[in-house]
């Protein structure tokens, strides 16, 4: 798959880019772990592309950090942005389970996501 913030940089099969230090997620993967969906709001649009299907995505936000996604296939943390969103998630009362290493990002994401509450 192609980075959707550089140029010309492919990712992982773990969806990182080792250029930008992006991440890419799958969203299913998630829900599939979570107990809840994620809970995304606005929808600005994005100038970057899915790096599964090439269609724009859009620009939602996540506990109020913005990132890119692709309604159907996944989303895009810029590098450090993933972390902002676990950092936000914990000061709205997300505790981390003692396993849970808030680094180990997808991990921490699940985790977040499973205190997330629909409206
Ligand atoms: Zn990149
Ligand atoms: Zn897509």
Redesign the pocket.
Known sequence: MR????VD?D?DKEGN??????QWVDELLVEHQASHSLRVTGGRYSERHCPMCDEKMDEPLIFDVPIDRCEAHGMWFDKAELEKVLKRARSEGWEPEEQVDPGSSLRGLIAAANVWRGD
Not at 3 to 6: G, I, L, N, Q, Y
Not at 17 to 22: A, F, I, P, S
């Open positions: 980075c959707p913030a550089c940089a990712l880019c080792r250029r930008c230090g992006g």
